[in-house]
């Protein structure tokens, strides 16, 4: 039984995709089932904290047999609602942008970027990956027709809040941001930042405590 409307913290939350991106390769592997062990040594947790994980949501398998991979994806992608994953569009065609598109989402569970805009009018119209750049003006309507969207911001320091401002306007309610200059949003926006420097002290400090660097 999945208890989908169960407060569970953010850091749970994130382990569970981690959990689900690791299912996905081994299902791609061809292994139908894994256990609390195999994910604990590949999502750097132990094997308890994967079982205590789950067990928020219910009962995923049994003890000693292990977990079916496809069941367990299916039932943690259905808590994280990516069964059906929503467009990704891009803000800003710069090096970070180029960049995304061209890495592509491969093994997020079905995610895509879908489109990209820049304000610069020499580079809409050009390709990247496959997808051409959009003109700010077309971002109304682009997302009038993809319906729920989540917005990537990779735009120079400085037009991060314009950005914001024209995504709200245009009925975006989630958004990515590589700029990390404070963003003001409305209630009811979701904002998050891609914060590159957090994760380096988080995995310094880490290393401080297992003693691989000095205090």
Same mark, same amino acid.
């Given at each position: ?9 953010e850091?749970?939350?994130?382990r ?9 390769h081994?299902?791609?592997?061809g292994?139908e ?14 094997? /308890? ?41 891009v803000?800003? /065609? ?29 580079? =809409? ?8 750049? =959009?003109?700010? &003006?077309?971002l ?5 027709e993809?319906?729920?969207v989540? &917005?990537?911001? /990779? ?10 401002? =024209? ?6 309610? /989630? ?32 290393m ?8």
């Amino acid at each position: 039984m999945i208890l989908n409307n169960r407060k569970v913290s953010e850091k749970t939350i994130r382990r569970l995709s981690h959990y689900a991106r690791c299912l996905r390769h081994t299902r791609i592997k061809g292994k139908e089932i894994v256990t609390s062990e195999y994910l604990a040594k590949r999502c750097g947790i132990s094997s /308890a904290g994967v079982r205590k994980d789950l067990a928020v949501f219910g009962e995923f398998g049994k003890q000693g047999s292990g977990y079916d991979v496809l069941g367990l994806l299916a039932n943690i992608e259905k808590i994280l609602g990516t069964g059906k994953p929503l467009h990704v569009i891009v803000i800003g /065609a710069g090096n970070i942008g180029y960049a995304l598109l061209k890495s592509g989402l491969e093994g997020t569970g079905g995610y895509h970027y879908t489109a990209i805009f820049d304000s610069d009018p020499e580079k =809409q119209g050009k390709i990247c990956a496959g997808i051409a750049i =959009q003109p700010m &003006a077309e971002l109304r309507e682009t997302i009038r027709e993809l319906g729920e969207v989540i &917005a990537v911001i /990779a735009v120079p320091d400085g037009e991060g809040q314009e950005c914001v401002n =024209q995504l709200v306007e245009a009925g975006c309610n /989630a958004i990515l941001s590589f700029v990390l200059e404070p963003l003001d949003i409305p209630e009811g926006v979701k904002l998050r930042y891609m914060e590159i420097s957090t994760e380096l002290d988080i995995l310094t400090h880490s290393m401080m405590r297992t003693g691989r660097i000095g205090r």
